[in-house]
């Protein structure tokens, strides 16, 4: 069974970075392509980036590009998301969450699994 645990996040200042990690303790997301996501508080969900199973696709939302990287090492049972400059805007409770669906989608309704969330603080 697929159980994503997160870890990672905190509170930097504007400029910063953070990583964020979701592992899958069921060790069974290797062929699940993943995603993660976002929720600003006050707002609603938005897509982050996603992943293929194998690593070989990417796909990242406007807000990421550039500054968001999302990677996997399926050895490891675990994606990343290396989140550089941040920015206030940046602030959300952030998911990951995992698909069998085909291609790597943006849509959340499309993944059948997630993460606890873990909260990314951007200060000014």
């Known amino acids: 069974q697929v159980q994503l645990v997160q870890s990672g996040g905190g509170s930097v200042q504007a400029g910063g970075s953070l990583r964020l990690s979701c592992e899958d303790s069921?060790?069974?997301?290797?062929?699940?392509?993943m995603g993660w996501f976002r929720q600003p508080p006050g707002k609603e969900r938005e897509f982050v980036a996603a992943?293929?199973?194998?690593?070989?696709?990417?796909y990242n939302g406007e807000d990421a590009k550039k500054r968001f990287t999302i990677s996997r090492v399926n050895a490891k049972n675990t994606v990343y998301l290396q989140m550089d400059s941040l920015k206030p805007e940046d602030t959300a409770v952030y998911y990951c969450?995992?698909?069998?669906?085909?291609?790597?989608?943006?849509?959340?309704?499309?993944?059948?699994?997630w993460g606890q969330g873990t909260q990314v603080t951007v200060s000014s």
């Open positions: 969450a995992a698909t069998a669906r085909f291609p790597i989608t943006r849509d959340g309704n499309e993944y059948d699994y």
């Open positions: 069921g060790r069974t997301a290797s062929r699940l392509a």
């Open positions: 992943i293929s199973w194998t690593g070989g696709y990417t």
